[in-house]
Structure formats: C-alpha cells, structure tokens
C-alpha cells in the first residue's frame, strides 16, 4: 500500500488503528441502538455500509478518504458484532445459549490470528486490495443469507432516552462481577496481543526468517486459542473461580518455565511450544468469562456485549502497546516476561471477582452462568 499510494508506512498503519479505534468506541457507545430499535434491520444497514466501504476503498488511491472508509467500516461491524451476539441471547435460553455465545466468542478471538495468515496469502497473490475484495463479497454473502432467513429477534425494546440508557449503563457497571470482569478479558486477550506484535521480529529479525514463518506461527497460535475456547465449551457447567483460578496458575507457572528456558537455551520451537500451553488457556480464560459476562443481563444483551467487548478492547489495545513499548519484545526471555506481568496483575483481579460474586449472594450454578 505505501508503495502503490506513494504514502508513508505511519499513515499506512493509521488504516488499521482508525478501524480498531472506531470499532471499540462503536461498540461501547452504539449497543444501546440495538437494544432500542432491533437487531434485524441495523444489521441490514450495517452490512450494507461495509460492502459500499470496501468497494470504495477498492476504487480510491486517496489515503483520507482510505482512511474515512475505515472509520466507518469500525463503526458498522460494531453494530454488526453486537446485534449477533444478542441475536443468540434473544433466540436461545438455557444450555443452548450458553453453547451459541461461547461458540461466537471462539469464532471472534481467533480471527484476528488466523486472518492475517490468509490475507497475506491474498495480498502476495493478487495485491492489497484483493482483501477488500474479499471481504466485499464475503459481507454481501452474508446480506444476501440475512435477507433469505433472518428476522428480527428481539422480545422488548428498551426505550431510547438519556435517563433511560444512563440507568441501564449504570445497572450493568455496579455488577462488580461484570465491571472488574472487563479487566480479566483485556488482560487475557493482551497477551495475544503482544505476542502479535513481537513476534514477526522474533522470527525475522533474531532468527533471520521468512514472514511466511511469522504467519505459521499466528496460525499456530490462533489454532491454540481455538482449541482453549472449544474446551471452555465442554466444561461450560463447572464453577466459574475454579475454572479461571486454575487456568490462570497453569498459565503462570508456563511462563515461569518460558522465562528459565530461554535464560539459557532457546530456538523457535520451544518458544511455540510455550506459546501453545499459554495461548489456549488465554482462549479458555477468554471464552469462558466473555460468555458469563454476556449472559449476565439478557434484558440488555447487546448493551452488556457492547460495553464488556469495547472496554476489554480499549484495556488489551493500552496494555499490549504499553508492555510492547516498554520490555522492548525481541526473544523468547522479554516475550515470557510480558506473559509474567500480565498474568500477575489478572491474580488480584480475580480474587475480587471471587469476592464480588460472594458479597451478591450468587448461587453456585448462577456463578457458572445465568439462564
């Protein structure tokens, strides 16, 4: 892109930090639009506003007007996120919603790893834009599927006033199993995101190779992930402190481990290997607390999704750039370190968590997830 649009790489990297930007405030701030006037027919609009944003990113050469097509595509698959994951919260109850918001919280953590691999075999086939290309088409798919077999879900529409939505914002920060919860997932998910960001200079400036490497490892790491999430599925009815509590210890003591090893011999193998132990109960502590955090208050299901999901993305985006600047990642002894501070400050977190819930009184099946 910098050489086809005779830009420079910060504004280039702009693109990318205008969507999340855009994607995480739209989720905060636009959940209560769902919740207030439905999910079918903003889901519609949403689509719609993301295929005609890639077509216009496809057609343009202009990087301000790359950059205001950005901008919008964050805001339109923040509405999207957020009405589908009430559109499982709306249609299922019980197991089964559990079941369906555990599987979409599978499906968003590891997208992020594993589109990167494809799109660069996209970009290396066929240029930049052939991923705009795809994701035109592929939206357009799904709006044509919508149009074919979608309705609207929701049951009761919450009035759309200030008082209104203040109260409803307030009711969901007060649980405090909720609110200190957001900073269990932004953790969490920061240290997928570290390990993002450092490891193509591991790869191909320590060990001198190629990027398609790099990609093999996001893939490896994004299948850990995967695997962490489908195996919070399956003991999706076990007390939620134990769970979190021993995925947490299990992932200290890896690191602990990592850090030693690489103090005195390491290669690229043993960092993946850690990497997999730590990822996939990152994906099983993530999978695990987004799904309860959801399904804590179905009457504002893409309000709570909004909030748990913006705010955990604006706590991971400040935290990884913050240790990524700072330990200056550069092999696997720096990497394990960033995974030892991460995980030390998820400890006290989760003791508060564990008293919260005890101070509301929640039953022991409540504590798993709430139908």
Known sequence: MVSDLHVSAADIK????????????????LGRLVDSYGRYQINLVSLSVFILCNVGIILT?????????RSIQGLAIALIMVSRRAFFIDVYAGEKRKYYTSLLTVVWSTAPIIAPFAGGYLQSGLGWRANFYFLAIYAFVMLVLELIYGGETILTK???????????????????????????????YAMVMVFG??????????????PVVTGYCALISGGAIFAGGLFAKQVINRPLERKLRIANLVQIITAIAMFMTGAIYY????????????????????????????????AYAATASGVVSGAS?????????????????????????????????IIPIL??????????GRSTRLRKYPD
Do not use: W
Request: with cysteine; proline share 3%; charged share 10%.
């Open 158 to 188: 919450q009035p759309f006033h200030p008082k209104a939505i203040l109260r409803t914002y307030g009711e969901l920060l007060k649980a405090y199993d909720f609110s200190i919860g957001i900073l269990v997932l932004g953790l969490s």
């Open 313 to 345: 993305y604006v706590v991971f985006s400040i935290v990884s750039y913050l240790i990524a600047g700072t330990l200056r990642i550069s092999d696997q002894k720096t990497l394990s370190l960033s995974y030892i501070v991460i995980l030390a400050c």
């Open 197 to 210: 960001m450092a490891i193509p200079f591991i790869v191909e400036h320590g060990f001198n190779l190629s």
């Open 351 to 360: 003791a508060l968590v564990n008293k919260a819930l005890s101070t509301s």
């Open 267 to 298: 290669n690229l193998y043993t960092i993946i290997i850690f990497v997999v132990i730590i990822h996939f109960f990152q994906g099983f502590t993530y999978n695990t607390y987004f799904t309860y955090a959801v399904n804590r208050f179905p």
């Open 14 to 29: 702009l693109t990318m930090t205008i969507f999340l930007i855009s994607y995480g405030i739209g989720q905060l701030l």
């Open 61 to 69: 050469s202009r990087i301000d007007l790359i950059l205001l097509m």
